[in-house]
């Protein structure tokens, strides 16, 4: 609980993926009494396991593109406060798209207009991100170092335990019931369970939330220093045919490598904690690293990591973030699909800003309500 504040607004945050911690962050900033409730640990699914990547404008002229621009600001602002660079590994860096084609003979030694050590057959690079429009953070230790902020300098109280329901009285909601009983009574809720909303009956009956598995490797060069701080967005074509992926490969300042792709339509497991790779797709990884780099090749790199995890996503490919309709005081956001981490600091900024103030001006919240779903239902049945 807040300490400062007893007649401070009561909110519970249930889930501690990004989202969840960036909305209990700013709530608490803003002077709410915040509880989180996270049923296995902090950041330990997609906000755990993702690339980190963050964009300014690769968002624009879509329904996100205010989020997006907001969000990659206050990653910078965030940075800046809670030293991100040494905390977190935020830093610009530079994109580039390239082409790979497995059977072709290698580049040697960078070719043109390629950093030296994409040595591989890779082609035709483009530059897509400058270190003024694209950046990264390491997301688990991002979501972590805000949670411990929140925690120590703000009063966030941390519960570990499943949330099962959450009660109202009068269209109003009162508490949220975690599994085996225990009752948080509170004056409102944030629902931010990432693709577990979909399981979660007062959300599943409203709208659909599904998960895309996504699978990841990291590695650990031998030879950290060769590797430059470029993301590469890659055109893959397997020796094997099929149609051209698009893994990318980002080098963090850790001196490791994430590179990530292979996604696939899943049914997501009830326990985040059972959630593990395929392993063909965990190999095709592999293969593209060492296509890419010989610095990646299995003689010159530990693998750190191979691991699986879920996209939230919604039917209309836009995030659900605002107060439930017909239930005051309880609020989602979720669906953020590929763009958690870049959306989450001004999802979390807005909804704070909504549940305090009454009103969002950070971003304008309207596009992204849940009441998209419900008049829509309605508009079915008349
Ligand atoms: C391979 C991969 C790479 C990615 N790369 C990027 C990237 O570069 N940039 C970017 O912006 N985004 C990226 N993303 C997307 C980003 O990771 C997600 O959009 C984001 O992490 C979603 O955050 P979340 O908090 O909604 O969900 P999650 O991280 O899934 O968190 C949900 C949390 O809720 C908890 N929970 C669920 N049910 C309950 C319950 N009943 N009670 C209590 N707790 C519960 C879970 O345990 C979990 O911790 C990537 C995703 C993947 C899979």
Not at 19 to 31: D, H, M, Q, T
Request: proline residues 6%; charged residues 20%.
């Amino acid at each position: 609980m807040n300490p400062q504040n007893e007649t401070a607004k009561r909110v519970v945050v249930c889930g501690g993926g990004v989202i969840g911690v960036c909305s209990a962050y700013f709530l608490a900033k803003k002077g709410a009494a915040v509880t989180l409730v996270e049923r296995s640990a902090v950041a330990c699914a997609a906000s755990g396991k993702a690339a980190g990547f963050l964009a300014l404008d690769w968002c624009d002229n879509g329904p996100v593109e205010s989020l997006a621009r907001a969000s990659f600001n206050l990653h910078r602002s965030l940075a800046e406060e809670l030293n991100g660079a040494e905390l977190y590994g935020y830093r610009p860096l530079t994109t580039l798209s390239v082409t790979v084609t497995e059977s072709q003979s290698s580049s040697g030694s960078g070719g043109k207009g390629l950093p030296s050590w994409v040595d591989g057959p890779a082609k035709s690079p483009s530059t897509i991100g400058t270190t003024q429009t694209t950046a990264q953070v390491h997301p688990q230790l991002f979501t972590r170092t805000l949670l411990a902020t929140a925690t120590e300098k703000y009063g966030v109280d941390v519960v570990v335990g499943k949330v099962d329901r959450v009660q109202a009285e009068g269209g109003r909601v009162e508490s949220v019931v975690l599994e085996g009983g225990r009752v948080i009574d509170t004056d409102a809720v944030v629902l931010a369970l990432g693709p577990w909303s979909g399981k979660f009956e007062l959300l599943a009956s409203m709208f659909r939330v599904y998960g895309m598995k996504a699978h990841s490797i990291v590695l650990e060069p031998k030879e950290p220093n060769a590797i430059t701080p470029h993301a590469l967005v890659l055109s893959y074509r397997s020796s094997r045919g099929g149609e051209p992926m698009d893994p990318e490969v980002y080098p963090r300042p850790t001196g490791e490598v994430y590179l990530c792709g292979m996604t696939t339509k899943e049914e997501v497991p009830d326990d985040p904690d059972q959630i593990t790779g395929n392993p063909e797709s965990i190999r095709v990884l592999k293969e593209v690293a060492r296509n890419v780099s010989s610095h990646l090749k299995e003689e010159n790199a530990q693998v750190k990591a191979e691991q699986a995890c879920f996209l939230p996503c919604t039917d209309d490919g836009v995030p659900v973030i605002g107060e439930i309709p017909g239930l005051k005081g309880c609020y989602v956001a979720t669906g953020h699909n590929c763009w958690g981490i870049l959306n989450g600091p001004a999802t979390g900024a807005a909804l704070s800003e909504l549940i305090v103030d009454g009103i969002a001006t950070i971003v304008d919240l309207d596009r992204f309500s849940p009441s998209r779903f419900t008049s829509r239902k309605k508009g079915l049945i008349i």
